[in-house]
């Protein structure tokens, strides 16, 4: 019996290396929409199509592997690597998210129609509530684009958002000793929620959410802490009362409405001055860093709140 | 009641120093996993965290070791000076991680920690008050202390009631595993007050047999157990 004998490839058939690295604009605009629908609802990432966008921090990324292994997703778990550990079974297909409440037009958009909107790579600084930080480059698009489809009424003050609730898929969501109320509720005033900087993001480091990552898509409000950051979207309202809020329900004296990352309001419980960066240092070489006020995008937020008291506004 | 049998005599001392080195492997593989990288992305506060559970555990264990003996009959009184002081030694490790490797030194935030924020408040005086009776935890100062060594040493419920309230005010919610801990903490410090009556009434039901295995009778290790009635 004969050995078997790989194929030889000769050297001439290898793709060259700047080819395949480029394969995405290789693939086109084309291809390239039909392949996030696609593959947004699997457990498999799938390359998505953004544009650049000026909205890039130069900080030095943090590695992809932090990103979608240390996660807070209380409906997964509590630990840090229960998300990614837990979120395998769920599901983002099919997957819709309902906009309504003071809005002239309501609608219910589809996962497909969110994927097709012009989505942008952006990488955002990222700080948590726990003192630590990350930089994450994510695929996605404005609010805004979201919000002006349904002509918001003059009557609307705020935006409130909602996660999915589904036990089965969810382990956090079921059992004894649940650590939140579900549905994990967040909001945003109408003026932050209409700033630029405020994504809906379906992706990062290019290819479509990992579940842990509040697949197929989530909030990012930059210059606030990530709880703010709601996951996993299934209703957007508007609405003319300040919406609940999740943590704050929990525990109003350490978690406010705005929770705008803020190094000279500490939480009662730790200090909000500096910040540890994932995935750097290691456990000998830490490096906390600073906390810049707003998280650094004050020049383009801190106008949101003029003549407000931020202390007592936290 | 006695359904372990009993470890022969000459393997006492042995078995004590094996608990220590047992007692110091979760700290040593931590240690371990941490610094080469087999601990995540925050491997400073995992270890830190991780450290300051066992450190629950290892005084869960020792104000188990009277319950177990009053209600079991085990009598694991030898192994309870070296769980008192692995508990020390972890608080120890933990108080050290936050100190060095979290805060890098910065006296003043560690100050500012100490006095602003309850749960460092309380697990920073858990610490201090573990010293006197990490101290005093050898053989001469029980002889020397005499009666002030068991009212001394009841500093630990103090302690431990301490150590659960420091970690229920450091998590940002209470789930299975805080709660079982606590939960634990809780139940073998509700067994202290019962436990003088529970005592008169089973020497009450046994008093007609007389047996000699009588569990308020004093221990085999009357160095640290002076007055075993006025235990617990």
């Known amino acids: ?314 | 009641m006695a359904a372990i049998p009993a470890l022969p005599r000459r393997y006492h001392a042995a078995s004590i120093w094996a608990l220590y080195v047992v007692g110091l492997m979760p700290a040593a593989w931590y240690f371990f996993q941490a610094s080469t990288g087999g601990m995540g992305f925050n491997p400073v506060k995992t270890f830190e965290h991780v450290i300051g559970i066992w450190a629950l555990r290892l005084i869960i264990a020792t104000l188990a070791i009277t319950p177990l003996r009053d209600l079991a009959g085990i009598n694991w009184v030898r192994y309870r000076r070296a769980l008192g002081l692995l508990a020390f030694y972890y608080v120890v490790i933990h108080f050290m991680v936050y100190l060095l490797l979290d805060l890098r030194l910065d006296l003043g935030a560690v100050g500012g920690d100490i006095v602003k924020r309850p749960y460092i408040t309380i697990g920073f005086a858990c610490l201090l008050l573990l010293i006197p009776l990490a101290v005093t935890s050898n053989n001469w100062s029980i002889r020397k202390l005499g009666p002030t060594w068991i009212k001394l040493h009841a500093l630990i419920y103090l302690i431990a009631a301490g150590g659960a309230l420091h970690y229920v005010l450091a998590v940002k919610s209470v789930t299975l595993v805080p709660f079982t801990h606590v939960a634990l903490i809780a139940l073998l410090l509700a067994y202290r007050p019962l436990r003088k009556p529970f005592l008169k009434w089973k020497r009450g039901r046994k008093a007609p047999t007389r047996s000699g295995t009588d569990l308020s009778a004093p221990a085999r290790e009357p160095a640290l157990r002076p007055a075993p009635d006025q235990q617990g």
Not at chain 1, 5 to 21: A, D, F, G, K, N
Not at chain 1, 200 to 227: C, D, M, S
Not at chain 1, 283 to 293: A, Q
């Open chain 1, 1 to 314: 019996m004969p050995a078997y004998r790989p194929p030889q490839i000769p050297m001439s058939e290898v793709t060259p290396r700047e080819i395949y690295l480029s394969r995405r604009s290789f693939m086109g605009s084309a291809t390239a929409a039909g392949l996030a629908i696609s593959g947004a609802g699997s457990a498999f990432a799938a390359p998505l199509m953004a544009k650049s966008s000026d909205y890039k921090v130069s900080d030095k990324l943090t590695p992809k592997e932090a990103i979608t292994t240390y996660n807070n997703f209380y409906e997964f778990g509590v630990n840090k690597e229960d998300p990614s550990q837990n979120a395998g079974a769920f599901k983002t297909t099919p997957w819709s998210v309902k906009v309504d409440g003071l809005v002239g037009k309501p609608k219910e958009f589809g996962l497909e129609e969110l994927m097709k909107m012009p989505l942008e790579d952006r990488t955002y600084r990222m700080r948590c509530v726990e003192g630590w930080s990350m930089v994450i480059p994510w695929v996605g698009f404005p609010l805004v684009a979201l919000l002006n489809q349904v002509e918001p009424l003059g009557s609307a003050k705020y935006v409130s958002f909602e996660t999915v609730v589904r036990p089965e898929e969810m382990p956090g969501q079921k059992g004894l000793f649940q650590a939140l109320p579900w549905p994990y509720v967040e909001g945003l005033r109408l003026d932050e929620a209409l700033h630029p900087l405020t994504l809906l993001a379906v992706g990062l480091y290019g290819e479509t959410l990992p579940n842990q990552n509040g697949a197929p898509i989530r909030l990012v409000v930059p210059w606030k802490y990530g709880f703010k950051g709601i996951k996993s979207i299934v209703k957007i309202s508007l609405t003319e009362k300040q919406p609940e809020t999740t943590w704050k329900n929990s525990n109003a004296r350490e978690y406010g409405f705005y929770s705008n990352v803020n190094p000279a309001v500490d939480h009662p419980r730790w200090s909000q001055a500096t910040e540890q960066r994932i995935g750097e240092g290691g456990f000998f070489g830490g490096n906390r860093k600073p906390t810049l006020p707003f998280n650094g995008y004050a020049d383009q937020v801190a106008s949101l709140y003029a003549g407000m008291d931020l202390k007592a506004n936290y």
